[in-house]
């Protein structure tokens, strides 16, 4: 059984421009969330998808957007950029929206964004 | 809304000795709770969970109890070791989602 994975690892870029971070879910798991990790703060939610549809948002501006593919893998897209969206980007996956009706996700070890 | 609050850090404790993070949350209706712990360089690991009042849960030593009467569910160990090293964040799951708290750095020295 794989656990979820994200790539790219690490990157770079520049205020304006746009990035794509990209996340496979764990084996069997059709929901995925995506969190923003601020340096030395908690993850914030961002939003959720269910079945390639979203099913929940944060507070985040609609420059954040996602996608959800039909093997259940996600993307995150952010356009832009500001220098604030500097952060770990978490995703996590659950079979169902409710994890195993308790809530419990699995995370990935994220995609740390810099912006400059 | 949901909310969890966390004891700050950072906490630097001896080997063998007594760790304590408080964690109260806000929440409407029935939250699973959870706490998480982020090792230096890696993702988010589960540590612990429990669903409903007066669940303890418990895995490597660390426990902690659902109080819904003080709406609190603090972690606490009672011999740490180096390896215990890490960043702790406790967090709620409701309306879909997990909301964190801030995190507490734990530093272990031998």
């Known amino acids: 059984e794989t656990g979820v994975t994200q790539s790219p690892t690490h990157l770079i870029k520049t205020r304006g421009q746009q990035v794509t971070l990209r996340c496979s879910s764990q084996?069997?798991?059709?929901?995925v969330s995506w969190y923003q990790q601020a340096l030395g703060q908690g993850p914030q939610f961002i939003f959720q998808?269910?079945?390639?549809?979203?099913?929940g948002r944060g507070n985040f501006p609609p420059r954040f957007s996602g996608l959800q593919f039909p093997n259940y893998s996600s993307e995150l897209n952010v356009n832009a950029l500001e220098l604030d969206d500097s952060a770990l980007y978490l995703c996590?996956?659950?079979?169902?929206?409710?994890?195993?009706?308790?809530?419990?996700?699995?995370f990935g070890e994220g995609s740390r964004l810099t912006v400059l | 809304g949901n909310s969890v609050t966390q004891m700050e850090g950072p906490v630097t404790l001896s080997e063998e000795a007594f760790l304590t993070i408080n964690c109260t949350y806000t929440?409407?209706?029935?939250?699973?709770l959870f706490w998480y712990v982020q090792y230096p360089g890696e993702g988010l690991q589960l540590l612990l969970k429990?669903?409903?009042?007066?669940d303890k849960g418990s895995n490597k030593g660390f426990e902690a109890t659902y109080r819904k009467e003080t709406t609190s569910f603090h972690l606490e160990k009672g011999s740490v070791q180096v390896s215990d090293s890490a960043v702790y964040f406790c967090?709620?799951?409701?309306?879909?989602?997990?909301?964190f708290g801030a995190g507490t750095t734990v530093t272990v020295r031998a």
């Open positions: 929440a409407t209706g029935y939250p699973s």
């Open positions: 084996s069997g798991h059709n929901t």
């Open positions: 967090a709620l799951f409701n309306d879909y989602k997990l909301s």
């Open positions: 996590a996956s659950s079979l169902e929206v409710a994890g195993d009706g308790t809530g419990e996700l699995f």
């Open positions: 998808y269910y079945r390639e549809e979203e099913n």
């Open positions: 429990a669903t409903k009042a007066d």
